[in-house]
């Protein structure tokens, strides 16, 4: 009777294993979350940076009557949103937004680089607005794998 006590108090192998098996589980769900809530947080940043940009180009547009490459650029825009610089605006992952090939009513923007999970977050947010056009390499979709370039135009008016 001894015996069976002395068993009963012991921790075999097999619970053991199984108590680094949940804990990995864990761990790994842990990992994902941390990852899905950090792109998000960083799809976020930049659509609040796009709609920062939208507005003070509409502002500046009001002046003139049209989006003009004297009026609209990343040098003249960047006095009105706040982390802009002469040379553009930083993206939570370090590239640079930029814009160009500025039109009469519309406007071209790059947001460089993208990390392959934020990238089909930007792309369904700004396709919900009809004055967002993907260009046709964002258009066609962002790679699951490898980090793509984001670029959109913004027609006014549309």
């Known amino acids: 009777m001894k015996r069976f006590a002395k068993s009963m108090l012991g921790v075999t192998l097999l619970e053991i294993m199984l ?3 949940i804990a990995a ?29 939208t507005a003070a180009a509409d502002g500046l547009a009001q002046a003139t009557g049209s989006y003009s490459a004297a009026s609209v650029s990343s040098t003249t825009i960047s006095a009105f949103i706040p982390g802009g610089s002469a040379s553009g605006f930083i993206t939570p992952w370090g590239t640079t937004i930029t814009i160009g090939a500025v039109g009469a009513s519309s406007y071209n923007v790059s947001l460089g680089v993208t990390p392959s999970g934020v990238c089909p ?38």
């Open 19 to 21: 108590v680094l098996a």
């Open 25 to 53: 589980m864990i761990i790994v769900m842990s990992v994902r979350y941390y990852q899905s809530a950090s792109a998000s947080q960083q799809a976020n940043a930049v659509l609040q940076q796009t709609q920062g940009i």
């Open 121 to 158: 977050l930007i792309v369904s947010k700004l396709s919900t607005n009809n004055h967002y056009q993907m260009t046709p390499t964002t258009a066609s979709g962002c790679s699951s794998s490898a980090a793509t370039t984001v670029s959109y135009v913004y027609i006014a008016n549309h």
